[in-house]
């Protein structure tokens, strides 16, 4: 079955303090994983698209990327304005999207 | 930066109402995803459409629900007779795929209709 588990389901880290979160995913031929940001009360914003293992893609203070099993999203040096809900999507060959219930991101001053 | 457009943004009705969201997908778009999102479930897709035409809604409970594209700058999901458990956030999403394969292309989100039924 067609699987996406995003981890932590929560995260508060200091500004100033680097981590990582997890998407893993199991599914039939990958075709891409995307990463996106949640504000409350918005719409997903689109972050980044990685199609194959290896692959590393970079925008400010944000990291992604791709192993066969999971994907990392990598933030250095977080500020306040980097929390939001994350989250991770993949899609399988087909039209469908598997979307992870995110990872609430708090940093705090 | 073009944004997808929904409303109503907020919508409070009681159980049995018809509840009409729209979606104006942002413009040279061809390809359309209604989502639910609920704290248990996430984001679920309820139906797609690519060139107005739907392919695909077999997440949408047939009974009650039903998804539309009456022109390629209105997208229409429609609740009747609405019922509490329907209550959530409600996205539309569109994005431009070019071929005939599957999409692989980003979403662009607007910022969803809460819907609320009592």
């Known amino acids: 079955e067609d699987q996406v588990t995003q981890s932590p389901e929560a995260l508060r880290l200091q500004e100033g303090e680097s981590s990582s979160l997890n998407c893993s995913y199991t599914?039939?031929?990958?075709?891409?994983l995307f990463w996106y940001r949640q504000d409350p009360g918005k719409g997903p914003e689109f972050l980044f698209t990685?199609?194959?293992a290896g692959e590393e893609k970079e925008k400010e203070r944000l990291k992604a990327t791709l192993t066969k099993k999971e994907s990392f999203l990598h933030i250095t040096a977080p500020k306040p304005e980097d929390s939001a809900t994350y989250l991770c999507?993949?899609?399988?060959?087909?039209?469908?999207?598997?979307f992870g219930t995110g990872t609430s991101l708090t940093v705090i001053p | 930066d073009a944004r997808v457009t929904q409303t109503p943004r907020h919508k409070v009705t009681e159980m049995g109402q018809e509840v009409t969201m729209r979606c104006q997908p942002i413009?040279?778009?061809?390809?359309v995803f209604w989502y639910r999102q609920t704290m248990m479930q996430g984001l679920e897709l309820l139906a797609y459409?690519?060139?107005?035409?739907?392919?695909?809604d077999s997440g949408m409970p047939k009974d009650r629900f039903s998804a539309e594209m009456p022109d390629a700058t209105l997208a229409t999901l429609k609740i009747q007779p609405s019922e509490p458990r329907d209550s959530a956030v409600y996205f539309c999403?569109?994005?431009?795929?070019?071929?005939?394969?599957?999409?692989?292309?980003?979403?662009?989100f607007g910022n969803g209709t809460r819907l609320t039924v009592t």
């Open positions: 990685l199609y194959s």
């Open positions: 999507a993949v899609q399988a060959t087909g039209n469908q999207f598997y």
């Open positions: 599914v039939s031929g990958l075709r891409g």
């Open positions: 413009l040279g778009h061809n390809t």
């Open positions: 999403a569109s994005g431009l795929v070019r071929g005939p394969g599957p999409y692989n292309s980003p979403l662009h």
């Open positions: 459409f690519r060139n107005r035409a739907p392919l695909d």
